[in-house]
Structure formats: structure tokens, C-alpha cells
Nanobody, 115 residues
């Protein structure tokens, strides 16, 4: 069973930065893509950023230029560097690993942007 463990969430002031980490229980080469999604209260879970096994990336328009996604295959970890945070970025952030026919999700980490 694949396990994904997120960390790095917390409370930050507007304009601040956080780095989220998603550690996988097996090599990330075994997934064709990994990504970060977020869900605010009363809203659906939406894509934030995604990185494919070949290294290509895609982002939600709202985070382009602010939230670069990266991976470290040796550490089996995917990162989301969140810069210039805004109150509307407040949500639970989930890591997702994609294998054909089977998605895997982490437990989520809370990010709160507030002064």
C-alpha cells in the first residue's frame, strides 16, 4: 500500500512563505505524476501544481509564478514551495500520486494565511 506523508503546513502571515513536503513510501519513478491539491472549507478539491515523471509541470492560474513544484527522487519526496502567500491560499493541501487507474492521497496538511 502506497503511503504519502505531507508536512510543512502551518500559520503564516500574508506575503510569507512555506514549503510543503510529500514523502512517498516507494520510488516516485513508479508514478506517472505527482501533485498538490487544496481544499478550502465548503469548496471542492482543486489542482494546485503537478509534476509528471518526465519533469513537465502544470499549475493553477492562481499560483503560477508563486508556487514552484519540484521533486527529489533520491528522497522520494515532492515539494511545493509557496511564496507570496495570500489569505485566499488558506486550505488543506493534499499530495496525490498517480498510477494508471489508481490515485493515492496523503492525509493533508493545513495552511493558514492570516495576519
Amino acid at each position: 500500500q502506497v503511503q504519502l506523508v505531507e508536512s510543512g503546513g502551518g500559520l503564516v502571515q500574508p506575503g510569507g512563505s512555506l514549503r510543503l513536503s510529500c514523502a512517498a513510501s516507494e520510488s516516485i519513478f513508479r508514478f506517472y505524476a505527482m501533485g498538490w491539491y487544496r481544499q478550502a472549507p465548503g469548496k471542492q478539491r482543486d489542482l494546485v501544481a503537478r509534476i509528471a515523471s518526465g519533469g513537465s509541470t502544470n499549475y493553477a492560474d492562481s499560483v503560477k509564478g508563486r508556487f514552484p513544484i519540484s521533486s527529489d527522487t533520491a528522497k522520494k519526496t515532492v515539494y511545493l514551495q509557496m511564496n507570496s502567500l495570500k489569505p485566499e491560499d488558506t486550505a488543506v493541501y493534499y499530495c496525490k500520486a498517480e498510477r494508471i487507474g489508481t490515485p493515492y492521497w496523503g492525509q493533508g496538511t493545513q495552511v493558514t494565511v492570516s495576519s
